[in-house]
């Protein structure tokens, strides 16, 4: 058993029940104000590193684009915006932050074809889509599983790109980081008034931080799970990363 799934099975001990039974309640919860919500968090900063995380992907006229974890659609909206032409797609389990995307989408003249599925387990044939994007979503996942369904779903030579917060290596700016989640966290929920799944899953979301991944240790998770020309960003002391990788 290699390192990297005894930690998958370490988050998944410790996760799952919440995974199973209240983070789905929890989205539903803050569907309509989630995009604000993480602007917040983020101190207006996410709108930028989403920027830099669109700037990354590379598309094409007429290539079929997945978003997994689609939410509230921003990424496909964006990618859009950036390539009218393309073919995009969204994976969520959310019906709720579905919803709210598809009515974005639309009032701003796009058409995104959304699926509501576990998205372990996409709805798609193999060697299908050009690109697959995953952004602000993968400490909530069984990661190798869902990475190995990207790497089955991708064309060869089809490309993942990764945008999502990230443990900081660093010792100290892990310690502060989690200080400030755990107070952003309340001062969110009492703003938005969040319902009571919500309010119990505040130590989840700082101790998800805590048992997931570096940027150094997901490009090497990529790499060993097939991935070729993997490379990772780390922003904001590594609290963030953008990750590239390419099915050979």
């Known amino acids: 058993m290699t390192n990297f799934q005894i930690k998958e099975d370490a988050r998944r001990e410790a996760f799952e029940a919440i995974w ?3 983070i789905n309640a929890v989205f539903a919860d803050v569907a309509a104000t989630y995009d604000k919500a993480n602007d917040f968090a983020s101190l207006g900063m996410l709108k930028g590193l989403r920027r830099r995380f669109i700037a990354s992907i590379d598309v094409q006229p007429g290539q079929r684009v997945l978003d997994v ?6 990424i496909g909206i964006e990618l859009l915006k950036k390539q009218p032409e393309l073919d995009v797609y969204a994976v969520d389990r959310s019906d709720a932050m579905q919803r709210v995307g598809k009515e974005r989408a639309l009032r701003q003249g796009f058409d995104i074809k959304g699926h509501i599925c576990d998205v372990h387990k996409l709805p798609f044939p193999d060697n299908h889509f050009d690109a697959v994007t995953l952004q602000y979503a993968t400490r909530h996942l069984r990661v190798i599983d869902v990475f190995l369904e990207i790497n089955r779903v991708l064309k060869p030579g089809g490309k993942f790109y990764h945008f999502d917060m990230l443990r900081p290596a660093n010792k100290l700016i892990e310690e502060i980081y989690c200080l400030y989640l755990k107070g952003c966290l309340s001062a969110i929920s009492w703003a938005i008034r969040s319902g009571p799944d919500a309010m119990a ?3 989840y979301f700082v101790d998800a931080i805590r048992l997931f991944y570096s940027t150094e240790e997901l490009s090497r998770l990529l790499s060993e799970l097939g991935f070729d020309d993997v490379t990772g ?5 590594g609290t963030v990363a953008i990750h590239k990788a390419c099915k050979t």
């Open 201 to 203: 899953c505040h130590n």
């Open 233 to 237: 960003r780390s922003l904001l002391g």
């Open 69 to 74: 974890c689609a939410g509230t659609n921003v």
């Open 20 to 22: 199973e039974s209240k």
